[in-house]
């Protein structure tokens, strides 16, 4: 108790991501999604406050899985329609100072020569404020469009995540020298831009990918983006495990989240690298009155408007189960899909140590869907808050909107200034995101002991 706490914007460039259904109340403003300055607002509110991050989620298909078909997913506005959230960030981080970003890229249907010149790219125009959330893909509906015949099978997709880490790593860290680029005069009197002595071909030869030149871009100011992941699987926790530096955790309860956190952390400890380096946060939802009375008065007018077929949608999305065709009193027990395997895996009465039907595990009475949620006054919630980071063992939260902008809003006015009080929000930023995320490392480069320098 008592570190600083990582607070990001939790959302998504579509109608609804895990508020499910809200977009049907009246006060929400998500339909603005395709307005540029509905993005350029939500960024200065969250940069004003001080979050670290604003992490917008990502998917290449689209929702089909619920019913072998996208209808349901369309007329709920599950994930849909969707915009591509990279084009965003340019004039998010024209209106920010501080704010981080952290965008979702996938190493299943990304080239890594061309991903690295976008990141670098972003890099460049934040200042330094990206995050890279890596994902590895899970649905079929992309593979179909993005020319496979089927989805690459689970524990494949994360080999070629690995070779196309190490494709990456080299060509932001071995390719271009520190001091390349000299743009004057060489001691000669020669005028040159960079100095070709100090670009090096990467020469990537590799099961999946041949990569043999150098970088295009040169090194930006992190050099690497903020890596950030979330897989919770044993292939995916492995992976995480090797390349993450920020982790978003899972589990059925505070002591799922536990067992994963420690879990993924002995396995960074294998990996060579400091276990307590790693960073661990989850998806919440906080819904905050001045009083305990107009706090619960407002989660029962949003669960009103609360959407559990949708929750069940989105569901089926994620793990690959068709969840149309079952009861929601069932109860829920693992099964082997090559989507998801954690997010289906946790609640896995092995696993959890208790029996979950669907609809404890997709819509829970006390909250919305997947995300933790906190109800009450402004102490109260901070009280649930701090519990909670202690007893799940994790750094930080990833806050959804259910209403937007009254959510984010009403944590700004009112929990903002109780963590504050109690020393939970950082006092100032970093000059790079990772630098306000790991300010111990006094550096806006990964970790000595991260496999990136290895490469």
């Not at 939802?285 to 929750?311: L, P």
């Amino acid at each position: 108790m008592g570190q600083h706490i990582i607070l990001n914007g939790f959302t998504m460039a579509t109608v609804s991501h895990l508020n499910y259904g809200l977009w049907r109340h009246p006060a929400d403003q998500t339909y603005r999604y395709k307005d540029i300055t509905y993005w350029t607002e939500l960024a200065r509110t969250l940069d004003d406050a001080g979050f670290d991050a604003l992490f917008i989620a990502d998917a290449l298909g689209q929702i089909d899985v619920y019913g072998n078909s996208p209808d349901a997913a369309l007329k709920h506005g599950i994930q849909s329609p969707l915009i591509d959230p990279l084009l965003l960030v340019s004039a998010m981080a024209a209106a920010t100072t501080s704010l981080g970003f952290g965008i979702t890229l996938s190493t299943t249907y990304e080239h890594p020569y061309l991903l690295a010149r976008k990141l670098t790219t972003l890099d460049h125009l934040t200042k330094g404020r990206l995050g890279w959330n890596i994902v590895t893909s899970q649905q079929e509906s992309a593979a179909r469009n993005l020319g496979l015949d089927h989805q690459i099978p689970h524990d494949e997709r994360y080999d070629r995540a690995d070779e196309f880490m190490d494709i990456v790593y080299k060509l932001w860290l071995k390719s271009w020298e520190e001091d390349a680029v000299i743009r004057g005069q060489t001691a000669s009197g020669e005028w040159i831009y960079t100095d070709p002595e100090k670009v090096h071909p990467i020469r990537h030869d590799g099961r999946y990918y041949r990569v043999p030149d150098g970088h295009t871009a040169e090194p930006s100011p992190q050099r690497v983006p903020v890596l950030l992941q979330a897989g919770a699987s044993a292939r995916g926790g492995a992976f995480a495990a090797r390349h993450a530096e920020v982790i978003f955790v899972v589990g059925a309860g505070a002591e799922g989240t536990r067992k994963n956190v420690r879990r993924i952390r002995e396995e960074a400890a294998r990996e060579g690298r400091d276990p307590e380096s790693l960073r661990f946060i989850c998806a919440a939802a906080v819904v905050v009155g001045d009083t305990e009375d107009e706090a619960i008065r407002k989660f029962a007018e949003y669960k009103a408007f609360y959407d559990a077929t949708g929750s069940l949608i989105h569901y089926s999305s994620m793990t690959g189960v068709d969840f149309s065709k079952n009861q929601t009193d069932e109860v829920l027990t693992y099964r082997p899909t090559e989507a998801s395997q954690s997010v289906l895996e946790q609640f896995d009465p092995a696993i959890s140590g208790r029996s979950w039907t669907i609809a404890e595990a997709t819509s829970p009475a006390e909250g919305f869907g997947r995300a933790k949620t906190f109800v009450g006054s402004p102490a109260t919630v901070a009280d649930q808050i701090e519990r909670w980071l202690e007893e799940s063992e994790t750094d930080g939260l990833n806050l959804i909107q259910l209403i937007n902008p009254d959510s984010y809003n009403d944590f700004v006015r009112l929990v903002l200034p109780e963590l504050k009080r109690r020393g939970r929000i950082r006092p100032k930023p970093g000059k790079t995101l990772r630098e306000s995320l790991f300010p111990q490392n006094a550096s806006a480069h990964p970790s000595a002991d991260h496999p990136a320098w290895r490469c």
